[in-house]
């Protein structure tokens, strides 16, 4: 599970698997486990390292670069896409993965 603090709760509330506290965001990240195993392939498990959040995050921000380039990011992209139901979810995954990720590098 990722811990994060934020100001910015409301950038998470696409997400299935959160849960908020007074200015700390719980996000369980295996809800889109399956998504990450087809667009990042790595497999999700409760001691991912550093370097594999790294690099789900970077594999997720380079798929939705490239819809987004071949003018295919429309609702209908998902239907390839198990753990999704909005395009807002898959942004608001890279948003919490690059939060917990620069919270794990001050820390």
């Known amino acids: 599970m990722l811990s994060f603090s934020s100001d910015l709760n409301r950038s998470f509330e696409t997400l299935d698997g959160v849960t908020h506290t007074e200015n700390a965001v719980k996000f369980d990240i295996t809800a889109y486990s399956r998504f990450i195993e087809i667009v ?8 991912l390292c550093k370097k594999e959040y790294y690099r789900i995050r970077n594999r ?3 798929f939705i670069h490239d819809a987004k380039r071949y003018q ?6 998902l239907d390839a896409y198990p753990d999704v139901d909005l395009l807002a979810e898959i942004t608001a995954l890279t948003r919490a993965l ?4 620069q919270q794990r590098l001050t820390h």
Not at 41 to 47: F, L, M, P, R, S
Not at 72 to 77: E, F, G, M, Q, T
Not at 98 to 101: L, V
């Open 60 to 62: 997720v921000e380079a």
């Open 72 to 77: 295919i990011w429309k609702p209908a992209l």
């Open 98 to 101: 690059r939060q917990y990720e």
């Open 40 to 47: 990042a392939g790595i497999d999700v498990t409760d001691n």
